[in-house]
């Protein structure tokens, strides 16, 4: 079983920068490869990007190539999302999953997930 809990969500304006966390705990946390999803009003829940256990690889969505980059750090059991240049459409609720292989990661069920941190960006 694994717990998870995002922070760092809020109201920014377009170009800004947000970092947001997510902690993780449980039973070999550390192991699991991590994403993050969001869920824009009205729409389904999308990948957004994902880190391999150890971090040594990570996967985005095209969107975001360039502007969000993914973290981890297995001493805290935290990984991070940095999101940079942000633009309205980037506004969601976002999601934190652990998977307990990387072929699931970019699923948008099962696993592990916290309950969510918004992201609002102001034009």
């Known amino acids: 079983q694994v717990q998870l809990a995002e922070s760092g969500g809020g109201l920014v304006q377009a170009g800004d920068s947000l970092r947001l966390s997510c902690a993780a705990s449980g039973r070999a946390a550390r192991y699991y490869a991590m994403g993050w999803f969001r869920q824009a009003p009205g729409k389904e829940r999308d990948f957004v990007a994902a880190?391999?256990?150890?971090?040594?690889?990570?996967d985005y969505v095209d969107s975001v190539k360039g502007r969000f980059f993914i973290s981890r750090d297995n001493v805290k059991n935290m990984v991070y999302l940095q999101m940079d240049s942000l633009k309205p459409e980037d506004t969601a609720v976002y999601y934190c999953?652990?998977?307990?292989?990387?072929?699931?990661?970019?699923?948008?069920?099962?696993?592990?997930w916290g309950q969510g941190t918004q992201v609002s960006v102001s034009s």
């Open positions: 880190i391999t256990g150890s971090g040594g690889y990570t």
């Open positions: 999953k652990a998977s307990s292989t990387w072929n699931s990661i970019k699923e948008n069920t099962g696993d592990y």
